[in-house]
C-alpha cells in the first residue's frame, strides 16, 4: 500500500502560482510513477502531468504545458506541481496518483490521495 497526502491547495487570483505537494509513505516512492489529475464539478478527471520512477522524463497536458511543473523529491518521498499563470479554467480538486506505468489514464493509476481544491478567481 502507498498513503498519498496533497497539501498546498488555496484560492489565487489569476495570473498568480501555488505549489501543490503530495507526501507519500508506504512502499517504495521510488519504484512507482506520479502523476497528478484533477476534476473540476462535473467533469472528468483529467491527466495534468507525470514523472517517472527516476525523475527524468515529464509529461504534459495540452491545457498546462509550460504553465506546470512536475518534479519529485525521492530522497523525501514528495512529489510536486508547480502551477504558474493560473486560470480559471485550471479551477479543480488536483489529485496524486502512484502507479506502475507511465500513463495519462487514470484507470492505470493503483493509488490515490484525497485531493486538495484550487480555485482561481478572475
Known amino acids: 500500500q502507498v498513503q498519498l497526502v496533497e497539501s498546498g491547495g488555496g484560492l489565487v487570483q489569476a495570473g498568480g502560482s501555488l505549489r501543490l505537494s503530495c507526501a507519500a509513505s508506504?512502499?517504495?516512492?521510488?519504484?512507482?510513477?506520479m502523476g497528478w489529475f484533477r476534476q473540476a464539478p462535473g467533469k472528468e478527471r483529467e491527466f495534468v502531468a507525470h514523472?517517472?520512477?527516476?525523475?527524468?522524463?515529464?509529461y504534459y497536458a495540452d491545457s498546462v504545458k509550460g504553465r506546470f511543473t512536475i518534479s519529485r523529491d525521492n530522497a523525501k518521498n514528495t512529489v510536486y506541481l508547480q502551477m504558474n499563470s493560473l486560470k480559471p479554467e485550471d479551477t479543480a480538486v488536483y489529485y496524486c496518483?502512484?502507479?506502475?506505468?507511465?500513463?495519462?489514464?487514470?484507470?492505470?493509476?493503483?493509488?490515490w490521495g484525497q485531493g486538495t481544491q484550487v480555485t482561481v478567481s478572475s
Open positions: 496518483a502512484a502507479g506502475q506505468s507511465l500513463t495519462t489514464s487514470p484507470l492505470l493509476y493503483d493509488y
Open positions: 508506504g512502499r517504495t516512492f521510488s519504484n512507482y510513477a
Open positions: 514523472i517517472r520512477r527516476s525523475a527524468g522524463s515529464t
